[in-house]
């Protein structure tokens, strides 16, 4: 009989995340009522399987990809694949190949948004080293939904700007070294107490999304108002979406970003149109 875990424990971690997950493996003790879900933003390939062999080598807990449909177990750690977004929902993994949001897949704010509605108040969202502000918008869901907030101390991580913008976001529970997160997590897991909160209407609506591929304007128009701005990767309108902690924008294909992510997106998008439009005049003078 598969038992499935009272918490979740989510860990989002970009640039400089590796070793920062290797350390913390190192410190999870066995025997909580926990599974361990991760999303590191790094090569689309096989860097996956490359995760799951460094951390086997660090921690006695069974490690291993997620798989989709795959039923969520007591004392586990799960690795989101590569180019595939990761969702928790009743009991089970979902994968998806929906639009990148924050110009990745698989998203650190979707595993959590996720996690934090299946789960609400036995959530544990940890946010590692890594570049801009990925993983704030997920976290602000874990923290409206009573979940706990745990931050790498940006004193010690190789990328502060992930942990900082949290940490200048909202308020969190902790922000620790590495080998200290580990004993927090095994504390939080034997005093939490009580039901579950109730889970706010938008981030349920916001999870579904990340379920779709295109949802419709309708839907969006629901937890978002209109902006001024177009989608840099397919076009469309782009959407504010209403009563997060940071600006975030979203079309209705699915594709999201927040303002920082936006401004690196738009930088990408013009360059490249530059180079076509260069292309087009060098041919244009030859015919």
């Not at 704030?136 to 004193?155: E, Y």
């Not at 010690?156 to 992930?162: G, I, R, S």
């Not at 998008?269 to 015919?287: I, N, Q």
């Amino acid at each position: 009989m598969i038992r499935h875990p009272k918490f979740i424990v989510v860990i989002g971690a970009s640039a400089g995340g590796l070793d920062a997950l290797t350390e913390i493996a190192r410190h999870l003790e066995k025997g909580g009522d926990a599974a361990y879900v991760i999303v590191l933003h790094l090569s689309r390939k096989g860097i996956g399987d490359f995760v799951v062999h460094r951390l086997k080598q660090a921690t006695s807990i069974p490690c291993q990809m997620a798989q989709h449909g795959g039923p969520i177990k007591t004392g586990n750690i799960y690795i989101a694949r590569p180019n595939q977004h990761l969702l928790v929902k009743n009991d089970h993994f979902i994968l998806g190949g929906g639009p990148e949001e924050n110009r990745f897949r698989p998203s650190i704010d979707v595993l959590f948004r996720s996690a934090a509605v299946a789960y609400s108040s036995y959530t544990i969202g940890i946010i590692l080293s890594g570049l801009l502000d990925d993983g704030t918008s997920g976290m602000w869901a874990i923290k409206r939904c009573g979940g706990t907030c745990i931050v790498q101390d940006p004193n010690e991580a190789e990328y502060p700007d992930m942990p900082l913008s949290v940490i200048n976001n909202m308020e969190v529970e902790h922000v620790a070294a590495l080998e200290e997160i580990g004993g927090i997590v095994t504390s939080i897991l034997s005093k939490t107490k009580g039901k579950k909160k109730q889970v706010p209407a938008e981030i349920v609506a916001e999870s579904k999304i990340a379920e779709t591929t295109a949802v419709g304007i309708g839907v969006i128009e629901k937890i978002a108002d209109v902006s001024a701005f177009a989608c840099p990767d397919c076009g469309g309108n782009l959407w504010e979406v209403k009563g997060d902690i940071v600006k975030r924008y979203r079309c209705h294909i699915g594709h999201a970003y927040t303002e920082k992510d936006l401004v690196v997106k738009q930088a990408e998008t013009a360059s490249g149109t530059l180079w076509v439009a260069l292309r087009m005049m060098e041919e244009r003078k030859h015919l």
